[in-house]
């Protein structure tokens, strides 16, 4: 570890405190009086900041606020001694508080008392900085104490103590850890920071100052550390961990959380940690031995055993010595340091036994193996210079030497050849003996010889890995790090902290040799790891290169030991097929030769070969003949020697391919019903033929109906599609909802909504109705939007019947439908008279209409309803039939609307000459309660109810008059099928006006005489009884009758709305039984029966849901 500084200043007071702003971007330091505010990347003064009349000890940012919101100010507890540091928990319920008497006091966020640590050195040793570990990986939360005793300690929540306390020397003024808890920073009277671990090791110093370190802090998720001084000195360092590793073969050992040491076996990924309690400085690892270096000394492990597989480590030897090296290299009995330009051999007892001082500082050192005790070590110097020194040996051997430093070095297996990176990132490859240079590459870092091979070497560099057989072009493939070995197959990589083994095949190399016949090459390349086709390849390579040596070779080592097999493939390379194939038979393997014949073309030798032999072979070979007519472009007779080998599918398939529309006939007829796929694909190959008819004769022999639905929808041949799903109800979703989207597409939107009513598409049916419905009012067709409101309205009230969980929505739906349905239908009839230049109603119809919509318009006026049309037809109707004061009602209403120009002469006429007649309107016109008989002005605030008893009035759908009809309801207890059983009774009533009439007989005469003598004629209709309700009131009382009432009523004065669940019957009792009403059975509107049968004479319809006169009621 070391510590750079990246930027200082200086300001003129004492630096108490600082802090980081959480992204780590701002720096705020108390310096006296003021805060100043630095940017981090570079040391800029953005702003100092004023306020403060005394010095500022302490500056935080704010991160969650000071006080819960509920607080309205801050709680206050006092202490038994000054508080001179207090730290916050992780999760913000414990506060620790330190005092200068030496105690720790841990309180929770109420500021109780939880916890009291009370330290050796009592008041004499102030508590002068404390802080909580912020690591959310440890168990517990763990608090470090520094205190003016000059020891740190560590203690749990609880208040138990963790370890031993930590003699520091000095007096510690800050504690600070690392973002993640791993590190611990420590200031102050030493003039330095030092560095410890989480445990309290001290691990080395960061920046030595001129005076007493006040203040340090880590910045937020970063190496950077920030050092305030008594002198106002800011110092800003990057602490740089490097990689203190060592590798052998494949054992890769490394420093973990700087203390310890982790040794990873590559190849069994196996892991084992060596704890330590000091700073690791180097590490080295040879065959059995490990070496670590600490601060004060070196330790030697061996393993336990001799077992390659082996990962348990003991103490071997302690050297107690504090060493200074730069690089450090263990062998079997020998610890080599490295130190500039000076090497010193040392034996494991610490004594030194040898050493060499070089020309120039040594940059690379490796040991290359040898005898315990006589290991050879490869060095390379910064001048070029590269020695081979045996430690058993003073004198060194110059290798060769080259102009550019060396960075890294390797030697292969037989130490003949020797691989060199220099600074240029070059590598060198050189001839031991004749010092010649063989090769060079560029965009090299590190290089490795295979150990297993000679002629192989890997180097990576710029994010490749690049792999070099021999002189070959080099195989390069994408890998990040640096190589530092190669073994077989596997190479050992370094990326940042982590050592891994890649596998790489060595395909590419072997076919390097196969390409220039060095086949002995390529087999031992082949023998590292290679796929089993690379390995076929490489024994045909060598028998069509007459290398029978190396061909017998890769047999043997895939088990193959039958001499005449092999005989068989060499006399089959050299032309002689008939001999071959008689040893193929001969050696059991008449496959091979079979296989030997089809890749031939010979087919006739194929079928003497095999003669009176299995069937199974004479159609794989009447098969492999077809792929071979197949492949030379002769479909027919391929299709022909398919079906003969019984391989119906690709017979298919190449029939359909080729539109052979005739061919697939014949074999979807020949072939059983139990061969689905062949059929299924016969049919597939019809429909893309455009042949549905041969299709769907293909899926009947399937029996596969629901594939049949599919094609008469695909194809759009509805009738069959409808008949098929009447047989199967099952399909009646695949039918039906297909139909109503083709119906849609096709603009057919009324059949569309029907179709997927059908099929249970409510929510399809609606959107549909919907969007039909929005289209008619924009398009001013107001009777269709009419007509669709109410087919809306039903489909509502199917839905509600359907589910629960939607009932009460779609039943606030279907009553609202239902009104807008009935606005449009009358708004119909008023943008017709104002639009056409022809009424086609009287004017007391229009009238009604006028008056009944402007009563309906109280709320909210609908999407293409006009105010100025509807009081434009009401105040032209009114003067016309005498009712004056409504007519000046509408026109002055008209006066504070935008008026279209085609109405503005007219209605400004008509505003004048209406002031001419009386101020009152005909009594003619005046609408008639039948319920409490009141007259109700032509203009009701209340809308279409009576001003007297607020019963609602019943309109004619056509002429729109109130008809003579008063709605009543049950009482409770009665069931609607209850009381239509006693309307039906019909129980005779008395007729007191029986005898109100005398008939008299004379001798010339016969006359009829009125008798006075009943003047009080009682009325003995229970119903007429039931209309009286309380005058004066507000609230409207409806009529409800029971059964005696019921009982009493006749079944021809009585007309019930028969509401489909879950709504409820609607009762109607005629006051005047000879003016005849008719309701229609299906939308349930009411019409004055001769206005309705005209109505349906023209249309053949009604004229409000449509319904044909020929339909049943529903």
């Not at 003021?34 to 302490?58: A, E, M, N």
């Not at 060499?570 to 008449?590: D, I, M, N, P, T």
């Not at 004065?1053 to 003016?1075: F, G, H």
Request: contains cysteine; hydrophobic residues 35%.
């Amino acid at each position: 570890m070391r510590a750079a500084l990246t930027w200082r200043d200086k300001a003129e007071q004492c630096i108490y405190d600082l802090a980081f702003k959480p992204d780590g971007t701002q720096l705020i330091i108390a310096a006296g009086n003021r805060l100043l505010v630095y940017d981090t990347s570079d040391g800029t003064l953005i702003q100092p900041l004023k306020g403060h009349k005394d010095t500022v000890f302490c500056v935080a940012y704010a991160k969650d606020g000071l006080w819960s919101p509920e607080q309205k100010s801050v709680s206050k507890h006092k202490t038994s001694s000054k508080i001179t540091c207090c730290s916050w928990t992780n999760d913000g319920q414990y506060l620790a508080l330190g005092m200068f008497n030496g105690i720790v006091s841990i309180r929770n966020k109420n500021g109780d008392e939880k916890v009291k640590i009370e330290r050796p050195g009592g008041a004499s040793s102030p508590i002068w900085s404390i802080c909580w570990n912020p690591s959310r990986d440890e168990r517990n939360d763990i608090l470090a104490v520094a205190d003016w005793g000059q020891k740190l300690s560590f203690y749990q929540l609880s208040g138990k103590q963790i370890g031993k306390d930590r003699v520091l020397n000095f007096d510690p003024c800050c504690v600070s850890y690392f973002t993640k808890g791993e590190y611990i920073l420590l200031g102050g009277s030493d003039k330095q920071v030092s560095l410890f671990t989480k445990d309290g090791v001290r691990l080395g110093t960061i920046g030595e100052q001129s005076s007493w370190v006040w203040t340090c802090k880590v910045k937020p998720d970063s190496n950077y550390v920030v050092i305030g001084c008594q002198d106002g000195t800011i110092s800003f360092y990057q602490l740089i961990f490097s990689t203190v590793h060592g590798l052998y073969k494949d054992r890769y050992a490394y420093r973990d959380s700087m203390t310890d040491v982790i040794v990873q076996h590559l190849i069994t990924e196996q892991k084992v940690r060596i704890k330590g309690r000091e700073l690791v400085k180097k590490i080295a690892i040879y065959k059995n031995r490990l070496a670590i270096q600490m601060p004060e000394k070196i330790l030697i492990y061996e393993l336990y055993s001799d077992d390659s597989s082996d990962m348990y480590y003991r103490v071997k030897e302690k050297i107690a010595k504090k060493f200074e090296c730069n690089l450090l290299v263990v062998c079997s009995d020998h610890i080599i340091l490295c130190q500039e330009k000076r090497l010193q051999c040392l034996s494991f007892s610490g004594v030194k036994e040898r050493e060499w001082l070089m020309e120039s500082l040594i940059r690379y050192i490796k040991v290359i193996g040898g005898p315990p005790g006589r290991e050879g070590l490869l060095v390379g110097l910064k001048n070029g210079q590269i020695l081979k020194i045996f430690v058993d040996n003073v004198f060194a051997i110059v290798l060769l030497k080259q102009s550019t430093a060396v960075r890294c070095l390797d030697m292969s297996a037989s130490r003949n050849k020797l691989a060199v990176v220099d600074e240029n990132d070059t590598c060198l490859v050189y001839d031991i003996h004749t010092k010649e240079l063989l090769f060079q590459e560029p965009n090299a870092n590190s290089v490795a010889w295979n150990t297993q091979c000679e002629d192989m070497l890997c180097f990576s560099g710029g994010g490749y890995l690049n792999i070099k057989a021999s002189n070959f072009p080099v195989h390069q493939q994408k890998l990040q790090g640096f190589v530092v070995g190669y073994n077989g197959s596997k190479i050992f990589c370094l990326h940042v902290f982590s050592m891994s083994a890649v596998e790489v095949p060595q395909s590419a190399p072997m076919y390097q040799y196969l390409e220039r016949k060095m086949f002995k090459e390529a087999y031992q390349i082949a023998c590292l790891g290679v796929t089993d086709t690379d390995w076929r390849e490489l024994a045909m390579e060598a028998l069509e290169g007459l290398e029978f040596e190396t061909a017998k070779k890769e047999r043997k080592k895939h088990g193959e030991n039958n001499n005449e097999l092999f005989l068989a493939d060499v006399y089959a390379y050299q032309g002689k097929f008939h001999e071959a194939a008689k040893l193929y038979k001969r050696s059991g393997h008449e496959n091979l030769a079979l296989d030997m014949y089809s890749d031939l073309r010979m087919f006739d030798y194929a079928k003497d070969f095999l003669a009176s032999g299995d069937p199974k072979d004479t159609k794989l070979l009447i098969k492999k003949q077809a792929d071979w007519a197949k492949n030379i472009n002769e479909p027919k007779a391929a299709v022909e020697m398919y079906l003969s080998a019984g391989e119906h599918m690709k017979a298919i398939e190449i029939s359909g391919d080729h539109g052979w529309v005739d061919m697939l006939i014949e074999i979807a007829r020949k072939l059983d019903k139990a061969e689905r796929e062949p059929l299924l694909k016969c049919a597939f190959y019809f429909k893309k033929l455009d042949n549905p008819g041969y299709a769907a004769e293909t899926y009947m022999k399937v029996g596969d109906l629901k594939a049949l639905v599919h094609l008469h929808v695909e194809t759009h041949r509805w009738e069959e599609a409808f008949a098929l799903s009447e047989k199967h109800p099952e399909f009646k979703d695949d039918v039906y909802v297909p139909y109503a989207q083709w119906l849609a597409e096709n603009d057919r939107f009324e059949e569309a909504q029907k179709a997927f009513h059908k099929a249970g598409r409510q929510s399809e049916a609606v959107r549909v109705l919907e969007q039909l419905t929005h289209n008619a009012v924009v398009e001013s067709r107001f009777n269709d939007a009419a007509y669709y409101y109410w087919m809306l309205s039903m489909q509502c009230l199917d839905i509600a019947q359907e589910n629960d969980q939607q009932k009460t929505e779609m039943l606030q739906k279907f009553h609202h439908f239902q009104r807008l349905a009935e606005i449009y239908h009358v708004y119909h009839s008023i943008q017709r008279y104002t639009e056409e230049p022809f009424s086609f109603h009287l004017p007391e119809t229009l009238f009604n209409i006028s008056r009944f919509l402007l009563h309906s318009l109280t709320k909210e006026t609908p999407l293409g309803i006009s105010k100025v049309n509807t009081l434009f037809a009401l105040a032209k109707q009114s003067k016309a039939l005498g009712a004056y004061k409504l007519a000046r009602h509408a026109y002055e209403k008209l006066q504070g609307l935008q008026i279209p120009a085609r109405f503005q002469k007219s209605i400004e006429l008509g505003s004048l000459t209406v002031r001419s007649k009386p101020f009152h309107d005909s009594e003619e016109l005046v609408p008639l309660c039948y319920r409490c008989s009141t007259n109700n002005p032509l203009l009701n605030n209340l809308g279409n109810v009576c001003i007297n008893c607020r019963q609602p009035f019943v309109f004619s759908a056509s002429s729109y008059e109130v008809l003579h009809l008063v709605e009543f309801y049950l009482e409770d207890g009665i069931t609607d099928e209850e009381a239509v059983a006693l309307i039906d009774l019909e129980a005779p009533r008395l007729n007191k006006r029986e005898n109100k009439w005398k008939e008299m007989m004379s001798d010339n005469a016969q006359s009829l005489r009125l008798d006075d003598s009943t003047d009080i004629i009682e009325d003995d209709d229970p119903f007429t009884a039931k209309l009286s309700f309380e005058q004066g009131g507000s609230e409207f009382v409806p009529v409800i009758v029971n059964r005696a009432v019921l009982q009493s009523m006749s079944r021809r004065d009585v007309l019930i709305k028969r509401w489909p669940k879950p709504l409820r019957w609607q009762y109607y009792r005629s006051l005047l039984p000879d003016a005849s009403i008719t309701m229609c059975p299906s939308c349930f509107q009411m019409f004055h029966t001769e206005d309705y049968e005209l109505l349906v004479l023209q249309h053949n319809c009604c004229p409000f849901c449509r319904r044909r006169i020929d339909e049943s009621n529903q």
